[in-house]
């Protein structure tokens, strides 16, 4: 399993950028599924974006797409969520996920390791 530790959520007005980071340990290659997840309360989990860790090339969300990217630190150990022109409906826990037996259609995957997860409130 992949230990995935969340944070960087708060409080962020709406129109301003926030960066939420994922820790990742335990994991003894690259080159598997890791995505951003989000839930508000009352909705379903959805997913944000996916990459490969160690990968170049995301996957986001419709509703995201050019307001939200993904990268991460050359050693691989930080996966980062970057958004911006945060809006109201973003307000939302978001989770860290991997899945250590998936190396490929990382936006249809089912994901068996989580964080904890970082609350995100937007007003």
């Known amino acids: 399993d992949v230990q995935l530790v969340e944070s960087g959520g708060g409080s962020v007005q709406a129109g301003g950028p926030l960066i939420l980071s994922c820790a990742r340990s335990?994991?003894?290659?690259?080159?598997?599924?890791t995505a951003w997840f989000r839930q508000a309360p009352g909705n379903e989990r959805e997913m944000v974006a996916s990459?490969?860790?160690?990968?170049?090339?995301?996957t986001y969300a419709d509703s995201v797409k050019g307001l939200f990217s993904l990268s991460q630190d050359n050693a691989e150990t930080t996966l980062y969520l970057h958004m911006n022109s945060l809006k109201a409906e973003d307000t939302a826990m978001y989770y860290c996920?991997?899945?250590?037996?998936?190396?490929?259609?990382?936006?249809?995957?089912?994901?068996?390791?989580w964080g904890q997860g970082t609350q995100v409130t937007v007003s």
């Open positions: 990459i490969l860790a160690g990968g170049s090339r995301a």
């Open positions: 335990g994991a003894a290659r690259s080159g598997y599924c």
């Open positions: 996920a991997a899945n250590l037996l998936r190396e490929a259609r990382c936006e249809y995957v089912s994901y068996s390791d």
